[in-house]
């Protein structure tokens, strides 16, 4: 026990005592610096390589060079395949000529599917029934009101009209109608035009089979007929349906 203390308490002492510097400003011996003081680094600078690994000259060199520059002018985002048909530039010109050009040339990236169906139904009910009306008859509250008149039927004079003049519309606006490049997205922007299509055709939702695709209308009275006939119950309705066909 005497030798212990004979041997630790001087060497305590000396830890402590060699931990003491007169300079105020000094932080004294510290314990693994590197724990307490990260290194203040800057966003979008490069700091370069470690100097020891490929010389003082590399590193400079690294050290002068900027990490982050603006993209050149006309770079078009790349976000990956699904993406790049939804980030390129529109292509057609705010003019009466491109115009007829989109509607002859322009299709949909977009599957015409439950699901791109009911997300331009989600898109139209927020963005166009003040003008448009929830039925798309053109008889939206701003035109009740007296606001915006002659917004026309997508199911009357609309019935024919194609989905890429639709886009170059919802793209660069057209008579009162103004511009939505800046609401919608270029996807929302078809999703509303797979909504629309349905409009056309009356406003009535198309039945889907187990893949989300829409049945074809001659096909949906025999699919509904199949399942109808076990699920009724003792009901007068699949009999009579049954009875039908
Ligand atoms: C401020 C009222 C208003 C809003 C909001 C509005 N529209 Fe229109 N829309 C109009 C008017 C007015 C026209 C007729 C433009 C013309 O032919 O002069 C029109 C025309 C259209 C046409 C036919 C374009 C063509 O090429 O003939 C489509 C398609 C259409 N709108 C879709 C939409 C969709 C989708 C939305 C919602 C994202 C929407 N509109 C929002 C007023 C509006």
Redesign the pocket.
């Known amino acids: 026990m005497k030798t212990a203390q004979k041997i630790l308490l001087p060497t305590f002492a000396a830890v402590v005592l060699t931990a003491c510097v007169t300079d105020a400003n000094s932080p004294g011996l510290e314990y693994m610096p590197d724990m307490y003081r990260s290194p203040a680094v800057e966003a979008y600078v490069d700091y370069g390589q470690e100097p020891y690994e490929v010389g003082e000259e590399v590193a400079r060199a690294q050290r002068n060079t900027p990490s982050s520059r603006k993209p050149v002018p006309g770079t078009i985002p790349f976000r990956g395949e699904d993406e790049l048909a939804f980030a390129l530039p529109y292509p057609y010109a705010q003019t009466p000529e491109e115009?007829e050009r989109a509607g002859v040339e322009l299709t949909s990236p977009l599957v015409t599917n439950q699901a791109n169906i009911e997300a331009g139904q989600r898109?139209?009910e927020a963005?166009?029934t003040?003008?448009?009306g929830v039925e798309g008859k053109g008889d939206?509250a701003?035109s009740t009101n007296g606001h915006?008149a002659?917004?026309?039927s997508?199911a009357d004079k609309?019935k024919d009209?194609p989905e890429g003049?639709?886009y170059?519309?919802?793209t660069w606006g057209?008579?009162?109608?103004?511009s939505?490049a800046s609401?919608?997205s270029q996807r929302q922007r078809w999703e509303?035009?797979e909504y629309?299509k349905v409009l056309q055709n009356g406003g009535e939702m198309p039945e889907f089979d187990e893949n989300g695709m829409p049945v074809p209308a001659g096909e949906v009275e025999q699919e509904e007929s199949k399942p109808a006939a076990p699920a009724a119950p003792a009901g007068m309705e699949g009999m009579a349906m049954n009875a039908q066909h």
């Open positions: 115009y898109v139209y963005m166009c003040q003008c448009h939206g701003l915006i002659g917004i026309p997508y609309l009209l003049k639709m170059h519309t919802l057209k008579g009162l109608m103004g939505h609401q919608l509303v035009i629309i």
